[in-house]
Every structure is written in C-alpha cells, then in structure tokens.
C-alpha cells in the first residue's frame, strides 16, 4: 500500500480545512467590525460638519484688544466650541475661545494683543470649519 487511502486523505483535507476556517472567520468578524465601527463614525462627523458654518460678522483692534463678533450661521450647535487665535508676523500671539455656540447665537471673543496682523477662529467640532481675518 503506498501512501494513504483517498477517505482518509479527503477526511485530513476537509478537517484542517474547517480548523483554519473557524479562526479566520473570528479575525475577520473582529476586524471587519471595527473597520465598519470606524467607517460610520467618519462618515457621521463627515456629514454632520457639512452643516455647520461660523461667521465673522466683527474683527475690530482697539487699544491693545481684539474683538471677534461671531456666529454660528449653520445648521449645527457647535458643542465643543471655537478656538481663536491672533497672529503676528504668522505667529500666535493670543489664544481665545468659547466653550459652545449653538445654531443662530452671537458671541464675542475678546483677546488682548500688541500690534495683530490678522485672527482665526477654528472649530473643535469640525476642524476643517475654520474663518480668517485680517485686523484694522
């Protein structure tokens, strides 16, 4: 007899087959729900930042202050808040922000600089969502 009969050899083949069946389909269960988890959570934010706009309706220098009139013009409440910054000679020389601005609300920013080139305000919620403006 040479070699092994061909039940035998089908009965190895199929079992070692349903072996490495039964620990890839659990890496591939978990890999494809944290893919699918990630995915969603982009689009989510993706779509929701779509909605969302701010604008600068004041940027006054005055005295050593900047003031920033801003409002929330989208359709969103822009829950984590507005960072702001003074630049001078492109260098941050203030920082500024509210903690929330929610849909239709006014806000002002008040930050005390020498001499600005211009402010931006950017949004924690959507960081692409950022204005800027060049100061008087």
């Known amino acids: 007899m040479k070699g092994i009969s061909n039940i035998i050899s089908a009965t190895l083949l199929i079992g070692i087959s349903l072996s490495m069946m039964s620990l890839y389909s659990g890496w591939v269960t978990e890999y494809s729900g944290s893919s699918t988890e990630r995915v969603v959570g982009q689009l989510e934010d993706s779509m929701k930042c779509e909605n ?12 050593g202050e900047v003031q920033l009139e801003i409002k929330n013009t989208g359709t969103i409440n822009l829950e984590q808040g507005l960072n702001s910054y003074v630049l001078s000679s492109s260098e941050i020389v203030a920082e500024g922000g509210v903690e929330s601005l929610l849909v239709g609300e006014t806000t002002d920013i008040d930050m005390s600089s020498e001499e600005p080139d211009e402010a931006a305000v950017i949004s924690q919620d959507c960081p692409g969502l950022e204005r800027t403006v060049q100061l008087n």
């Open 52 to 63: 969302a706009n701010i604008r600068v309706d004041n940027a006054e220098y005055r005295d």
